[in-house]
T-cell receptor, first 115, second 117 residues
Framework: NAGVMQNPRHLVRRRGQEARLRCSPM?????VYWYRQLPEEGLKFMVY????????ESGMPKERFSAEFPKEGPSILRIQQVVRGDSAAYFC?????????????FGEGSRLTVL | AQKITQTQPGMFVQEKEAVTLDCTYD???????LFWYKQPSSGEMIFLIY??????QNATEGRYSLNFQKARKSANLVISASQLGDSAMYFC??????????????FGKGTKLTVNP
């Protein structure tokens, strides 16, 4: 069983460019979460999606950031016009359900560096 | 207000000894879940242990156990017989239910554990 797959693992962008991060959840999982981790910090919730729906985007910056989880294909986190402060590790996680002991299974993260 | 508090930025332990990593939480929801994750230097997040708010007994998973004190709102992770491979960041997290029923995990800032030979 393949785990949560994220790509790219490392991405370098110059200020003003766009970054696209992809996440394929574990087989059968319909809940996808994106988290951001700044250096020396914990994980901060960004967005929670189910297929074709954004359920909770309360952690997403109001501008430049968007996320989608289409009916077919991976979930995409898109950052437009990146700035240096966007440099971070972005983790995707998936679950069957989160209730009870349903845990989040994390990908290995995508590390974005903005020059 | 911080929902998950980990007061120990760093901890050191000798190999083969036990260590306790502290975690306190804040919630008014009677039903909640608490999780611990390990993040080694390679960066991935590894699930360790789960404690439900209604669980009668403290959770255990191999060398990991959770000292759950509900009245004090604490969920400390105990690692017994530490190994060099236990050196990593450890994150405590709580399942939070938002308005509309959305659920997510809220993480603490983590504790960096170093196991000395």
């Amino acid at each position: 069983n393949a785990g949560v797959m994220q790509n790219p693992r490392h991405l370098v962008r110059r200020r003003g460019q766009e970054a696209r991060l992809r996440c394929s959840p574990m087989k059968g999982h319909s809940h996808v979460y994106w988290y951001r981790q700044l250096p020396e910090e914990g994980l901060k919730f960004m967005v929670y999606l189910q297929k074709e729906n954004i359920i909770d985007e309360s952690g997403m910056p109001k501008e430049r950031f968007s996320a989608e989880f289409p009916k077919e294909g991976p979930s995409i986190l898109r950052i437009q016009q990146v700035v240096r402060g966007d440099s971070a590790a972005y983790f995707c996680a998936s679950s069957l359900v989160l209730a009870g002991r349903g845990e989040l299974f994390f990908g290995e993260g995508s590390r974005l560096t903005v020059l | 207000a911080q929902k998950i508090t980990q007061t120990q930025p760093g901890m050191f332990v000798q190999e083969k000894e036990a260590v306790t990593l502290d975690c306190t939480y804040d919630t008014s929801d009677p039903s909640y879940g608490l999780f611990w994750y390990k993040q080694p230097s390679s960066g991935e997040m590894i699930f360790l242990i789960y404690q439900g708010s209604y669980d009668q007994q403290n959770a255990t998973e191999g060398r990991y156990s959770l000292n759950f004190q509900k009245a004090r709102k604490s969920a400390n992770l105990v690692i017994s017989a530490s190994q060099l491979g236990d050196s990593a960041m450890y994150f405590c997290a709580m399942r939070e239910v938002a308005q509309g029923g959305s659920e997510k995990l809220v993480f603490g800032k983590g504790t960096k554990l170093t196991v000395n030979p």
